[in-house]
């Protein structure tokens, strides 16, 4: 089948580099391909601000009209949030379907949902976008069999009104916390796993870090937001008694439409129930700083930032050393990881075990081998979260109140050790 033909049209205002909207390009067309979509046209429009007719301006809208008919471009895809109005007089200019970032980025997700949360999530967003739009014109859709921005709740819009859609979006809320609160059911059940969840920029390995970390088989794609539904495995830890679960979630985005956020809230809370956030940035990417950054602040808007939080720099494979060395300068706490080669992950292992002892307040002890059979019965009743053997002795993890931990303490075979 073929793939659509499509311009990718953006404004640079002052004070925004070109390298940067070029960059922003970059990720709209890797979005576009996950679409269906073949770039073949783009367009940067220098303006003091938005045209608020047209977001390019009059002349400009003209111009490229002529290119997309000359280049038999079927879809103009805006770096930029448009206005029914702007999307309604550059259809008229350009003779062409037209939607923006948010638009694309919402097809996408309709095509990647497969379960029935993430389904219901798209059906939401994309009702939410579409009621303030039902303005335009959509006679082009009876004329388009399908197409990069009509997949979904497209085909049925000219049967729509305002009623209808207001009515819909109360059924699908209606849904969606009921589906939030079974899940909720089965987050308390969980409770007595350790749980870590996998957070970043999409595209920036937390799917190969989960197969690598768990042995497991998830599908990993070279594509913008591969992973739409939330993914548990379990995680083998040295020495851990309890079960930890690894969690992989929805990718981040920058401008990720706040009806996305709104709608997948539930899924991306289930980050706020994780002992420990696992923060993964593609380090060979050029834009890694501004993609970790990005990531944050959505974390942030979601009220997650307050959690405990581990840096990973991945594909550190890909990387030159003198970027390497600028990444570890910025984030000195990161781990450098490599889900392709598997460096790193063993560091990465005992970083999460540490971290989730102390997360739940454990002390270590060790215990020379000679005094082993002597302590064993002092530990019964006492909730034992990890044991290592070494060389010498035996090293405990354990929760213990102040008057328990200093009978232990006083064992002559028994010292505190490191977590």
């Known amino acids: ?47 003091e601000g938005h045209d608020p007719a047209t977001c390019l301006g009059k002349g400009k809208a003209e111009e490229l009209g002529r290119l997309c008919a000359e280049e038999r471009i079927t879809l103009a895809v805006f770096d930029e949030d448009l206005t029914p109005a702007q999307v309604r007089n550059l259809e008229k200019a350009l003779g062409i379907r037209v939607i923006d970032r948010t638009g694309l980025i919402l097809d996408i997700f309709a095509r990647r949902a497969r379960s029935r949360e993430a389904r219901t999530q798209v059906s939401l967003a994309q009702y939410t976008y579409l009621l303030p739009r039902l303005t335009r014109a959509w006679g082009h859709l009876s004329r388009q069999a399908g197409g990069i921005g009509t997949r979904g709740v497209g085909e049925t819009q000219l049967e729509t009104d305002r009623r ?69 495995r379990r995680l083998p830890l040295p020495g851990f008694l309890e079960e930890v679960l690894l969690v992989d979630t929805v990718g981040l985005v920058r401008k990720l439409p706040h009806h996305l956020v709104a709608s997948f809230r539930s899924t991306l809370e289930q980050a706020a129930e994780a002992d420990l956030l696992l923060h993964v940035v593609d380090v060979s990417h050029p834009a890694f700083e501004e993609r970790a950054r990005t990531a944050l602040e959505v974390l942030a808007d979601l009220r997650l930032d307050g959690l405990s939080l581990l840096t990973l720099l991945n594909k550190t494979d890909r990387t030159p050393e003198p970027v390497l060395d600028r990444a570890r300068a910025l984030y000195p706490e990161a781990l450098p990881v490599s889900a392709a080669t598997g460096a790193g992950l063993e560091a990465l292992r005992q970083a999460i075990a540490r971290r989730l002892l102390e997360a739940s307040g454990a002390v270590c002890l060790f215990v020379a081998y000679e005094g082993w059979p002597d302590v064993q019965p002092l530990l019964q009743g006492l909730p034992l979260l990890a044991r290592t053997y070494g060389a010498e002795g035996v090293t405990v993890a354990l929760r213990a109140d102040p008057s328990r931990l200093r009978t232990l303490l006083g064992h002559p075979h028994i010292r505190m050790a490191s977590l």
Do not use: C, W
Request: charged share 30%; net charge positive.
């Open 164 to 232: 209808v859609i207001r009515r819909r979006i109360q059924q699908l809320r209606a849904e969606l916390e009921a589906i939030a609160a079974h899940r909720r059911t089965q987050r308390r059940r969980r409770r007595t796993s350790f749980q870590v969840a996998l957070v970043g920029y999409t595209n920036a390995g937390k799917s190969s870090l989960l197969n690598r970390l768990t042995a497991s088989d998830t599908v990993v794609e070279d594509r913008l937001f591969s992973t739409l539904d939330t993914t548990f």
């Open 1 to 47: 089948m073929a793939r659509e033909r499509v311009v990718l049209a953006a404004v640079a205002l002052p004070g925004l580099p070109r390298p940067v909207v070029e960059d922003h390009l970059d990720e709209l067309e890797a979005l576009v391909d996950t679409a269906g979509g073949e770039v073949v046209l783009r367009v940067v429009q220098d303006r």
